[in-house]
Nanobody, 120 residues
Framework: QVQLVESGGGLVQPGGSLRLSCAASGSITEINAMGWYRQAPGKQRDLVATITSSDSPGYADSVKGRFTISRDNAKNTVYLQMNSLKPEDTAVYFC??????????????WGQGTQVTVSS
């Protein structure tokens, strides 16, 4: 199995910063894409940022210039640095990885979610 453990969420004032981490563990042989989604109350889950195995990032328009995604392949970990946070960034943030296990095809795995609240 593959487990994803997220950390770094919390309460922050508008304009503040947070850094989310997501570490993947288990019988992983290879990780392709990694990324973050978020879901606000009553809304659908939306893509925030992704990063490919060649470290090419992609961002939702709403976070460009404020959020930075990165990965540490040696640690099977993806990060999301969030700066200049706004109240509309409030949501549960979910990480995902597209990974392979021995003799298995690529599969998307999801973290349990971490709450980010931006409020004064």
């Amino acid at each position: 199995q593959v487990q994803l453990v997220e950390s770094g969420g919390g309460l922050v004032q508008p304009g503040g910063s947070l850094r989310l981490s997501c570490a993947a563990s288990g019988s992983i042989t290879e990780i392709n894409a990694m990324g973050w989604y978020r879901q606000a109350p009553g809304k659908q889950r939306d893509l925030v940022a992704t990063i490919t195995s060649s470290d090419s990032p992609g961002y939702a328009d709403s976070v460009k210039g404020r959020f930075t995604i990165s990965r540490d392949n040696a640690k099977n970990t993806v990060y999301l640095q969030m700066n200049s946070l706004k109240p509309e960034d409030t949501a549960v943030y979910f990480c995902y990885v597209r990974a392979r296990r021995v003799l298995r095809p690529y599969t998307d795995y999801w973290g349990q979610g971490t709450q980010v609240t931006v409020s004064s």
